[in-house]
């Protein structure tokens, strides 16, 4: 199985991935794993990334897509795979058609976790974390004993800068103007498989595992 999960920022796709990658014994492969493992190996792709990553700028595609295709080109890949935050956008996908052809491979099934945008802020401006111990709360789904206090530490909680409502409509604007272009894009190579990412974690992943087994089977 050779998936890609698609879905705006606070989907749950991090969760889904992690689950889903381990109920079908493929690795999960995130562009976050990535470029912390190049960087803390001081890999020559590492420290190019670094350099963008020091000055605050986005990493570009071509040091991305480079480090994506050797980590897929591993042995622990050569089964299957789940990408987590690759592509990003529809070059990055033709990209990624490419690589997979070097490797005489294709994608399986594009997942795309579909959310309402008012219950994504919800679910992200809601968030409140404790600078000591760094447990995640929620003010609404896992509220502390103590308001605005962590039950580990007694510290005051914060919330962080890109958990601000306004931060949030910014990256869910990005990615409306960026990565959304993918569904329409893996639509038309017919990989596309869509699922309401709402309702408890097991009720997604359920749904998530039924589209799978639907695309993989249609195959």
């Given at each position: 199985m050779r998936a890609v999960l698609v879905g705006p920022p606070g989907a749950g796709k991090g969760t889904q991935a992690q689950?889903?990658?381990e109920e079908l014994s493929i690795p999960k492969v995130s562009t976050g794993d990535i470029f912390r493992a190049n960087v803390?190996?001081?890999t020559e792709l590492g420290k190019k990334a670094k350099e963008f990553m020091d000055r605050g700028d986005l990493v570009p595609d071509e040091v991305t897509n480079a480090m994506v295709k050797d980590r897929l080109a591993q042995d622990d890949a050569a089964g299957g795979?789940?990408?987590d935050g690759?592509?990003?956008?529809?070059?990055?996908?033709?990209t990624l058609q490419g690589m997979l052809a070097d490797l005489g491979t294709q994608l399986d099934v594009v997942l795309e976790l579909r959310v309402d945008e008012e219950e994504v802020v919800?679910?992200?401006?809601g968030r409140r974390s404790c600078p000591e111990c760094g447990r995640v709360y929620h003010v609404e789904y896992d509220a502390p004993k103590v308001e605005g206090t962590c039950d580990n530490e007694g510290a005051a909680l914060y919330q962080r800068e890109?958990?601000?409502e306004e931060t949030i409509r910014h990256r869910l604007k990005v990615y409306r103007e960026?990565?959304?272009p993918l569904v329409e894009f893996y639509t038309g190579e017919g990989l596309l498989a869509t699922i309401a990412a709402t309702g408890p974690v097991a009720e997604?992943?359920?749904r998530a595992k039924a589209a799978i087994e639907e695309k993989r089977s249609a195959v």
């Open positions: 689950i889903l990658a803390s190996g001081g795979f789940l990408l690759f592509p990003r956008n529809v070059p990055q996908a033709e919800k679910r992200l401006s890109d958990d601000r960026q990565t959304a997604v992943t359920a």
